[in-house]
C-alpha cells in the first residue's frame, strides 16, 4: 500500500520577484500537509532577490499583505523564524546537495542565469531526483498563496490513482479570489494553437462539478510524480516561456493521465512572474514566446496543423501593420522567419 503522506518537494522558481515569493512562502510554511521540504530557485535575478529570500528566512524581512485583502490570514501574520536553510549552486544542487539536508526547512538554488520557467524548474526537479525519499514534486509558481490543505488534497487524489502522473488544483485570481483562472488545466485548439482555461472567469462555487479532458495541466500548480519524471523526462527547455506544460502533457500520453484535485486551491496572481519591466516590454516579450513556443509545438506534436497556426500568425502581422504598430509587427515577421 502506498503511504498515505509520501514525501513531496515544493519547487518554486523566483526570477527579479522575491516580493511575491516570501507572500508565497508564508503560505506554503502554514501547509496542513505534514511532509514536505521547500526548495526555491532563484534564476539570475537582479534585484537581490536571493539576499531579500535569505532576510524573509531569518526573520529579518516580512512579507506585506493589504490589511484589507481576503487572503491575508492565508501569508499573515508571519511564521515563525528563523528557518533553517541551505544555499547551492546549480552544480552543487544537481549532484545532490548535502546528505544532512533532512535538518533544512528550506534550500535556495542559484541557478546562475535566467534559463527560463523550464530551465529554472529543471534544476530544482534534478535536485529533487537525486532526494530518495522524495516522492512527488510539486511545482507552484511564485506569484500564488495557496489554501492550507492543497497540498493535501493534491496527495490524496494522486494516491488513489498511480495512473495519474500529474495534477492540477483548482486556480482562482488572487485579486478576485471568487473568480476561476482554470479548473485544473485547459483545452487546446490546434487549428489556431491555442488554449483556453477551463472555468475561466466563472464565479467559483465548490464543490466543483465534474471537468471535461484536460489538454494539460496549467503550470501555476503541478504536483507530477518520481515516475512520471523517470519515464516521461524533465520540461523541455527549447521552450524558453510558454508551451511548456502542453508539451510535457503530449510526451505523457498513453503513459500517464492527468488529475484534477477540486479541493486543492491556489490563488494566483498571473503574469507576475514576467519580471519587473514595463507593460509594454512585457506585452511584446510575452508575445514573442508566445507564438515562437506555438509555432515550436505545433511542428513537433501536430504538424499537420502547421499551415494554419501560421496563417493566424500573418494576420496577427497585418493586423499590427494596419494599426501602425512596427514594432509589434517586426517581432512578428522575425518570427514568421524563425528567428
Not at 512562502?25 to 536571493?50: A, H, I, K, P, Q
Not at 519591466?277 to 515562437?292: G, P
Request: aromatic share 12%; proline share 4%; with cysteine.
Amino acid at each position: 500500500m502506498k503511504d498515505a503522506h509520501p514525501s513531496v518537494c515544493i519547487l518554486l522558481l523566483n526570477w527579479n520577484g522575491w516580493q511575491d515569493t516570501i507572500e508565497c512562502l508564508e503560505s506554503v510554511f502554514r501547509t496542513t500537509y505534514s511532509n514536505y521540504c521547500v526548495v526555491v530557485c532563484d534564476n539570475g535575478s537582479t534585484d537581490d532577490s536571493m539576499r531579500r529570500l535569505k532576510q524573509w528566512a531569518e526573520g529579518t524581512l516580512c512579507a506585506w499583505t493589504s490589511p484589507a485583502h481576503p487572503l491575508r490570514s492565508h501569508s499573515f501574520p508571519p511564521i515563525a523564524k528563523p528557518l533553517s536553510y541551505r544555499e547551492y549552486s546549480r552544480s552543487e544542487a544537481e549532484s545532490g546537495g548535502a546528505h544532512s539536508d533532512a535538518d533544512a526547512q528550506l534550500v535556495f538554488i542559484q541557478t546562475g542565469a535566467n534559463l527560463g520557467f523550464a530551465g529554472g524548474n529543471n534544476v530544482g526537479l534534478r535536485y529533487a531526483l537525486t532526494r530518495n525519499e522524495i516522492e512527488y514534486v510539486w511545482l507552484l509558481n511564485n506569484d500564488t498563496v495557496v489554501a492550507p490543505d492543497a497540498l493535501s488534497h493534491l496527495v490524496e487524489k494522486v494516491t488513489a490513482d498511480s495512473t495519474i502522473g500529474m495534477c492540477g488544483s483548482t486556480l482562482l485570481f488572487y485579486h478576485r479570489p471568487d473568480v476561476v483562472q482554470a479548473l485544473g488545466g485547459a483545452t487546446y485548439n490546434p487549428w489556431i494553437g491555442t488554449a483556453k482555461h477551463i472555468g475561466e472567469q466563472t464565479v467559483f462555487s465548490p464543490p466543483c462539478a465534474a471537468v471535461p479532458h484536460l489538454d494539460y495541466v496549467v503550470g501555476a500548480s503541478m504536483l507530477v510524480s518520481k515516475p512520471f519524471l523517470r519515464r516521461v523526462g524533465l520540461m523541455n527547455e527549447a521552450y524558453f516561456l510558454y508551451f511548456e506544460e502542453i508539451d510535457w502533457a503530449s510526451r505523457a500520453k498513453g503513459i500517464f493521465k492527468l488529475g484534477y484535485a477540486p479541493e486543492s486551491v491556489v490563488y494566483h496572481k498571473q503574469g507576475a512572474t514576467t519580471g519587473s519591466r514595463s507593460r509594454t516590454q512585457v506585452n511584446l516579450q510575452s508575445m514573442y514566446y508566445d507564438l515562437r513556443s506555438r509555432l515550436r509545438f505545433t511542428r513537433t506534436f501536430m504538424p499537420q496543423y502547421l499551415a494554419s497556426v501560421y496563417i493566424c500568425i500573418v494576420g496577427f502581422w497585418l493586423k499590427s501593420l494596419l494599426r501602425g504598430d512596427v514594432e509589434r509587427a517586426e517581432i512578428i515577421f522575425k518570427i514568421l522567419r524563425g528567428k
